[in-house]
């Protein structure tokens, strides 16, 4: 079974403080690997798309990176308005179509 | 904004009630994906639909159905509901049926008491 393990579950920076996020996955085929924001009571809004081992994306002071075993978001002197939740998500085949598996996510807090 | 649109966005109903969610897709994209959203399971995926089509299909219990009709428009029925079924649903839509780049809706936040 596909798992996505993300850590910590928990983040608290303070403005400035630069941390990274991890996402750990056991999956049988990785066809791609996804990284979302998600804002309480939100729907989760896309952030990046990573498909192989030694990809980065980067985008303002995120950037998302990928081994075969893990992805790690990196923010660099985060704002409060970079607080949210973090979810991470693998792509693999489900009855012979693909679908994403998601982790529980990291909730990300930066204070001024 | 997504582009994907659900309603309603709260939705407070009594235990063994049915209920209809709604979600319309981003203009142009054909597939449609429903999840539940709880606080201890996480973002659960329930089904997919392609172009009107049933595709992948996630852990989603028997009481719930879904249907995509034709202008892509989908809904999600919940039947017999029971108190553990409180969640966000959300709706998400991409341009073909690989599971890739999700665009999600705001979602429906289901009370059952």
């Known amino acids: 079974e596909d798992q996505v393990t993300q850590s910590p579950e928990a983040l608290r920076l303070q403005e400035g403080e630069s941390s990274s996020l991890n996402c750990s996955y056991t999956?049988?085929?990785?066809?791609?690997l996804f990284w979302y924001r998600q804002d309480p009571g939100k729907g989760p809004e896309f952030l990046f798309t990573?498909?192989?081992a030694g990809e980065e994306k980067e985008k303002e002071r995120l950037k998302a990176t990928l081994t075969k075993k893990e992805s790690f978001l990196h923010i660099t002197a985060p704002k409060p308005e970079d607080s949210a939740t973090y979810l991470c998500a693998v792509q693999t085949l489900n009855s012979g179509y693909s679908t994403l598996t998601f982790g529980k996510g990291t909730m990300l807090l930066v204070s001024p | 904004d997504s582009g994907v649109t659900q309603t309603p966005k709260h939705l407070i109903t009594a235990t063994g009630q049915r209920v209809t969610l709604r979600c319309s897709p981003r203009s142009g994209d054909l597939s449609v994906y429903w999840y539940q959203q709880s606080l201890d399971q996480g973002l659960q995926f329930l089904i997919q639909?392609?172009?009107?089509?049933?595709?992948a299909k996630g852990n989603i219990l028997e009481r719930f159905s879904a249907q995509q009709f034709p202008d892509l428009h989908s809904e999600l029925n919940l039947s017999s509901l029971e108190l553990g079924d409180s969640a966000l649903y959300f709706c998400a839509s991409s341009a073909g049926q690989g599971g890739g780049e999700q665009f999600f809706g705001p979602g429906t936040r289901l009370t059952v008491l």
């Open positions: 999956v049988s085929g990785l066809r791609g």
């Open positions: 990573l498909y192989s």
């Open positions: 639909y392609y172009n009107g089509e049933e595709r």
